[in-house]
Structure formats: structure tokens, C-alpha cells
């Protein structure tokens, strides 16, 4: 489904990204973990498409297509989603509006036809109660006064309305109080599936317990250092990121 | 051309009572003297006290100078080398859908205005255009009943020329301003509104409908007058994009309310801003003023300007009345090298008074937005009150946003709140609407719309959806 191959970005100027290979299969869960300002979050804007984060070397492959040809939002009607670490907010947008255009605009790109206001009304009501997030919600402006767990159950709620193939969750864990993480991770568990695939970010394994991750990759210094099975990630609850920061400097 | 020059010479030779009698055609020549002012009064039955008045606004106009103090940019316009009396009908006009800019008419598309009314505004000559001749009328009986005067300017000067005599110039005199003055002396015609005492106007007056049928001119002249206990609300006309090839519209707008009365005025002004290198473009220089006559009226001004080279416009209400309020929504969109100076002035006189000003601005590509108000507080004026809110947008770095607030308080009770913003659409925010998948417009668009929501929201139902359209249709190409 995702194919990086020695992938090399910069952020003004500063090369953060030294190569990456990794290869994600349709029905996988990935996790990608590592310490702070290794990356992460610098891979998942490079795959998105944000401007100002210039890839200088490497290919992708989404779906058999040149990810880094595409537009953001054609990356994103192919199904790529990344629920961000920290959702901006938009003053005076509500969230129906806001997520009935991004709805639409999905739709549209499949070919299937646009939702009216009531019909996309009964799904944001249905998707918003499985994940727990209240009804109001909706009705108040994108992300704006929201409280860090709300966020990102609020980028949840946006990835099951969205239904994308691929998505990145970047610490979608951090911030949310035990119930909340069971439900959130539950809900994007239940969305694993022949099709999809996932990458995710985070600094704990208890996530991990909900979503049984395929492979767990170490992100240090802008490469991956290390790759193994889902108990790599309890060992490094217990011996942190030493070793491969020492290895990466 | 030919007409023209024929009139000229006609006039040149019998100048003092020449023109008069021999213009069959409706075409006066350029330019403005008393002459072309005693022809605009004759041509419509005036009584002599409006030519007067006419007359002396002319003077006074030949004494004043243009104004300016805006924040604006244009070459000296040539009052002289203007018609003021049913410019010539255009020759060379478009004959046919197929002969008007494709894209004037994918604008006119894009806001679902039918394809008769399209032709019709794009100055086609269609024969039998207009339903909403029919609807008028409808509109007309149901009226009356009431006892609610709605008709033309002119119409009014001749059914009712007592209210016109005793409303004309009571808000805004003829010597008022540069162009109210003008507009004084030349004005060929407008809306006439009088709701009588307790009456609830049923339904939205707009111009809309009447302008299909007699296309007036650049002066327009606005009265409406709420009796005590009345209420209406009026849309202004603009609710299609007018094309039109004047270059100045000096337009006047007076708004009388008496005790317990309320007038919301709304305007969604969508006029041709000139191109995208600046060329071309109304200048909209326009006087609106409302007085809260009588005790506990409201006057709500409501605006969505998209529209025009350059915008002058400061929609104003006098607090007269003990507990009078004065409400001023307005959304500025300014893109490419469009100029807009917009505000308005809150003067407190009665006690208790309440003004409530909201304004967004938002700037894109090389146009400039300048908030401008005045918020006078005389000493009467115990208790008086206000709330100004001025957000300013910019997308871009090529644009700019002002706010000049004036405040002037010779009441030591009144309280008066100002506040002020400047933001920026953040590159995070449009990369997240982008990674939702919607492209780089549709999220401009969405969080223009937002930023103007506090006031969009005041709009009639039906006006705030064609609003949102404007918006998007004004931010095209502002972005990527
Ligand atoms: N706009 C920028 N300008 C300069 N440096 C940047 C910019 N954005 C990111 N960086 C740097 O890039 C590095 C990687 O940042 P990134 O956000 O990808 O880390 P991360 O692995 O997600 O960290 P965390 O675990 O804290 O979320 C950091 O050193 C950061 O300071
Ligand atoms: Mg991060």
C-alpha cells in the first residue's frame, strides 16, 4: 500500500528526514515510535503534502501512484488521512460545515454523490456517539476551545466519517484519558481491514495493546534504527531510547 | 456618437433655452450646469420647490471639494465628461448571449441567477424578460392593503408629495457631502418606503424586483420611513451582480424612524471591481444615513461589500430618540487591487442610546480595507452605550487592513468598548482543510465564511446563502 523508499526531507533548510525505507502492505499496522524531534511527525506532514517540508531525495508509492506528485487534498481523496498531534483551530467554522465539505469532497472524488445537510447530519450524529464525542460538538467551531482530549477524539471522529485506506496517527494516544483511549483505540481498531493500512505514532505501548501492530519501526535522528514484532515496543518501555540516540549523534 | 454631437452643437448655439424642448430623445449632452439640472426636473414632473432644491444643492456642489481624508487611490474624476440624463443607448451593446464576456456570464452562473434575468443584466435587449413585473404587482395589492407605500422615487414625488417635502434632506441635507450634493442635484431616481404607524411589513422589500424594470441611473435616492410602531426590512437591490459601465455611483440612502419604529437595511453590493490588473471598476462613493427619530427606534445596517473599484461608505445612524439603537454589520471583501474605505458613525444624542458595530474585513491579493467610524457621544446623551468589533482577515502579504476608530464622548456616563483584530489564515489552518480534502479554495472560502459568521448571520435567510456564494466567487484566484 505505501512503498518509502531512502526518503530525505528538509524544514528551512534543515534536512530532518535522512533517509527512510519503509514499506506498509494493504492490512498492516505499523507503529512508529521514537524520541522527540526524531521525525515523526516531520514523515507524517511529508506524506501528507504540507508546504515548506521539501523532499530532496527518495520516491513514494501510494496505491501504486507517485504520492509526492499529488496535491494535499488529492492525497487525501485517495484516502490518506493523518490525524494530527495537534488539530489547529478554525475560529467560526462549525464542525457540520467544516466536515460536510470534507465529507463531500471525499465523495465527490469517488465518484459517489454529495451528502445533503440532513443525510450527512444522521451519519456525524451516528459516527459522533460511537466515538463519544458529544452531539455539541459538532455545532461548535473546528478544534477551537477544544480540550486536548477532545482534539483528538475529534480527529477520530473525522477519520471514521472520512473512511479513509491509509492513515497516520500521530500521538493520537497522548491526551486522552484511560476510557477515551480504550474507545478511540477501539474504534480505529475496528476499522483494520484487508484494505486499509496504518501507521502509528506514539510514545506508549498501551495503545498498542488495542491495536496489535504487524511491526514497530524506531524513528532516531531521521532514520529508522530499528524494526521488529509488537514486543519491541514493551522492551522499550523499559530501556528508552539511549542506545540509538547514541547511535544516530 | 452622432446624436450626441448633434445635441452638443444644438446646445452650443441656443444655450439658455435651447436644449430643452429639442431633446426628443432622451439624450442630454455631458457635462453638468443648471440647464441639464432644470431638464432631469422637467423630464419627470417636478414641482418647482424640488428643482428649487435641486438647484441649490447644485450650487453649494460648485463650492465644495471632493473629499480626501479615505484611505484611497484614484485618478481625478471628470465630473463634465459624464451624462447625467439617460446616457445614449449603446450601439455596439451585445446582441446576444454569445456576445457578453464568458466570464461575466459564469459569474452570473455560478450565482444561480436565471438565464433570462443573466442576459437582461449583461444588457442584452430581451423582449419579454421579466416575470417579476407580474410579481411586483402581487407584491403591490398585498401592499396597499396595508397601507405601505412602495414605489419608485418619482412616482412618490408625484402621489405623495407631501411626505416626500417633509422626509427629503431631513437625514442627509443637500449640502451634506460632496457627493450627497451632487447626488442632490442630479439624482434620477430610487425607492420610496412609508410603512404606517403599527404596521409589520410581511415580507422583504428589495429594489430587486422594481430595478429590472426601470434601470435607474448612477444617483439613486433612497427614502424610507418607519411611523411609530412600524417595522420593515429592505434588501437593496444588488442581489445580482450589476454590470454596468458607469464609472461613479453617488448614491443616497435616508432612513427616518419614529417612536418604536425599526428599519433593517441590508445590502449585499457586488458591482465590477475592475479586473484582476486593477482596470476598470465602479467607484462607489454612497451616503446612508439613518435617523432614530423617535423613542426606543432601531435602525440595523447590515452590508456585505464584494464589490467595486473603490467603496466609500459609511452607513450612519443619529440616536435621537431616548433608548434608540443603532446596529452597523458589515463584511468588506476586498481582492486584487480593490479599495475600500467603509465604516460608520454612531452619534449618540438621547439618553440611553445603544450602538453596536461589527466589522470584518478581509484583504486579498493587492487590495487595502480600511475600517473608518465614528462613535460621537453628545452630552445629553446619558447612559449611552457602545460596542465596536473590528476583525480584519488578510491572506496574502501583499494586502493591507486599517482601522482608524474615532471616538468623541462629551458624556462622562456613556461607555464605549472598542476592540480589534488582525489575523492571517495560517498555512496549519489550510493545510489541515487540505488534508481533509478540500482544495486550497473551498478552505478559504470556509474559513473566510467563518471569520464573517457574527455577521453574515444578521443577513435575511435567502441573502445569507448569496452571500456565502459571493464570498467565495469575490477570493477566486486570491489564493495558490
Ligand atoms: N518549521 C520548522 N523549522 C525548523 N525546524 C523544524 C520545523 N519543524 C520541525 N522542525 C524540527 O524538526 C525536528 C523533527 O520534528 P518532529 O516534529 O518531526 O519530531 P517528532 O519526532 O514528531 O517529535 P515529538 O515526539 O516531540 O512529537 C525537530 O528538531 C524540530 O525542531
Ligand atoms: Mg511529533
Given amino acids: 500500500m505505501l512503498e518509502i523508499r531512502n526518503l530525505h526531507a528538509c524544514v528551512d533548510g534543515r534536512e530532518i528526514l535522512k533517509g527512510i525505507d519503509l514499506t506498509i502492505p494493504a492490512g498492516e ?30 520516491s513514494v508509492l501510494y496505491r501504486g501512484q507517485d504520492l509526492l506528485a499529488m496535491k494535499t487534498e488529492e492525497r487525501a481523496c485517495l484516502g490518506l488521512f493523518l490525524a494530527f498531534q495537534n488539530p489547529v483551530e478554525i475560529p467560526g467554522v462549525t464542525g457540520v460545515n467544516f ?66 485506506k491509509f492513515m497516520i496517527l500521530d500521538e493520537t494516544d497522548s491526551g486522552l484519558d484511560i476510557d477515551a483511549l480504550r474507545v478511540v483505540a477501539e474504534a480505529v481498531d475496528s476499522f483494520r481491514s484487508p484494505e486499509r493500512a496504518m501507521l502509528v505514532i506514539t510514545h506508549y505501548q498501551r495503545i498498542l495493546d488495542y491495536i496489535v501492530p504487524d511491526k514497530v519501526h524506531v524513528l532516531a535522528g531521521g532514520r529508522i534504527v530499528q524494526t521488529g514484532g509488537k514486543e519491541l515496543a514493551v522492551e522499550l518501555e523499559s530501556t528508552g531510547y539511549a542506545q540509538f540516540t547514541e547511535q544516530a549523534a | 456618437m452622432d446624436g450626441i454631437e448633434q445635441v452638443r452643437s444644438l446646445t452650443d448655439q441656443k444655450y439658455k433655452y435651447g436644449f430643452v424642448t429639442d431633446i426628443e430623445a432622451d439624450v442630454a449632452p455631458k457635462g453638468l450646469n443648471e440647464d441639464i439640472i432644470r431638464l432631469i426636473s422637467a423630464k419627470k414632473g417636478e414641482p418647482e420647490w424640488l428643482l428649487e432644491w435641486r438647484l441649490r444643492a447644485y450650487k453649494v456642489w460648485l463650492e465644495q471639494t471632493e473629499p480626501n481624508w479615505g484611505k484611497l487611490h484614484y485618478p481625478p474624476i471628470d465630473y463634465q465628461d459624464a451624462y447625467y440624463y439617460s446616457a445614449p443607448k449603446r450601439k455596439d451593446g451585445p446582441k446576444s448571449l454569445a456576445d457578453i464576456d464568458p466570464k461575466l456570464l459564469e459569474t452570473y452562473e455560478k450565482l444561480g441567477v436565471p438565464l433570462h434575468e443573466r442576459a437582461a443584466l449583461a444588457g442584452v435587449a430581451v423582449d419579454a424578460v421579466f416575470d417579476s413585473v407580474s410579481v411586483a ?85 433612497t427614502l424610507i420611513v418607519a411611523d411609530k410602531g412600524a417595522y420593515v426590512s429592505y434588501l437593496e437591490g444588488c442581489t445580482a451582480p450589476m454590470r454596468d459601465e458607469n464609472q461613479l455611483h453617488a448614491a443616497v440612502v435616508e432612513l427616518v424612524a419614529l417612536d418604536e419604529a425599526e428599519i433593517k437595511y441590508s445590502t449585499v453590493q457586488n458591482w465590477y471591481p475592475g479586473d484582476e490588473q486593477g482596470r476598470g471598476g ?31 461608505k459609511y452607513p450612519s445612524c443619529i440616536l435621537q430618540g431616548d433608548d434608540s439603537v443603532g446596529e452597523f454589520y458589515s463584511v468588506a471583501i476586498t481582492n486584487n487591487f480593490q479599495q475600500a474605505d467603509t465604516g460608520t458613525k454612531m452619534i449618540h444624542i438621547g439618553r440611553n442610546t445603544r450602538s453596536n458595530i ?22 445629553k446623551a446619558q447612559g449611552a452605550r457602545n460596542r465596536t468589533q473590528c476583525d480584519s482577515l488578510l491572506i496574502g502579504n501583499t494586502c493591507g487592513a486599517h482601522t482608524v476608530p474615532y471616538i468623541e464622548s462629551r458624556n462622562s456616563s456613556a461607555r464605549i468598548e472598542h476592540e480589534a483584530t488582525t489575523s492571517k489564515i495560517s498555512e496549519e489552518q489550510l493545510f489541515y482543510a487540505r488534508q481533509r480534502g478540500l482544495s486550497e479554495e473551498e478552505a478559504v472560502t470556509l474559513i473566510v465564511n467563518g471569520f464573517c459568521r457574527d455577521v453574515l448571520q444578521h443577513l435575511p435567510m435567502e441573502f445569507a446563502v448569496e452571500a456565502q456564494k459571493l464570498v467565495a466567487l469575490s477570493l477566486e484566484g486570491s489564493v495558490g
Fill in chain 2, 137 to 221: 404587482t402581487t407584491y403591490k395589492g398585498k401592499l396597499e392593503e396595508l397601507g405601505i407605500i412602495f414605489t419608485s422615487f418619482s412616482e412618490a414625488v408625484k402621489t405623495h408629495p407631501e411626505l416626500i417635502r417633509k422626509y427629503l434632506g431631513s437625514v442627509v441635507p443637500y449640502s451634506d457631502n460632496y457627493f450627497a450634493t451632487l447626488n442632490s442635484a442630479v439624482f434620477t431616481d430610487g425607492s420610496f418606503v412609508y410603512v404606517p404607524p403599527g404596521v409589520r411589513c410581511p415580507m422583504e422589500l428589495s429594489t430587486y424586483f422594481r430595478m429590472n424594470a426601470e434601470k435607474t441611473g448612477q444617483f439613486e435616492r
Fill in chain 2, 282 to 312: 465602479i467607484y462607489n462613493f454612497v451616503t446612508k444615513r439613518g435617523a432614530c427619530r423617535g423613542r426606543a427606534s432601531r435602525i440595523s445596517w447590515t452590508q456585505v461589500e464584494t464589490g467595486s473599484a473603490i467603496t466609500w
Fill in chain 1, 29 to 58: 499496522v505499523h507503529a512508529v515510535m521514537g524520541p522527540n524531534g526524531s521525525g515523526k511527525s516531520t514523515l507524517s506532514y511529508v506524506l501528507a503534502g504540507r508546504d515548506g517540508y521539501k523532499v530532496t531525495e527518495g
Fill in chain 1, 99 to 164: 466536515l460536510k465539505t470534507a465529507v463531500n469532497a471525499v465523495r465527490r472524488s469517488r465518484g459517489q454523490s454529495e451528502l445533503d445537510a440532513m443525510q450527512f447530519l444522521k451519519l456525524a450524529r451516528r459516527k459522533a456517539k460511537e466515538l463519544g464525542v458529544g452531539e455539541e460538538m459538532l455545532r461548535r467551531a473546528v478544534n477551537t476551545g477544544f480540550s486536548g482530549g477532545e482534539k483528538k477524539r475529534y480527529e477520530a471522529l473525522q477519520m471514521a466519517l472520512l473512511e479513509p
Fill in chain 2, 358 to 379: 461589527i466589522s470584518k474585513g478581509v484583504s486579498a491579493g493587492h487590495a487595502d480595507n480600511t475600517y473608518r467610524g465614528l462613535v460621537k457621544v453628545l452630552p
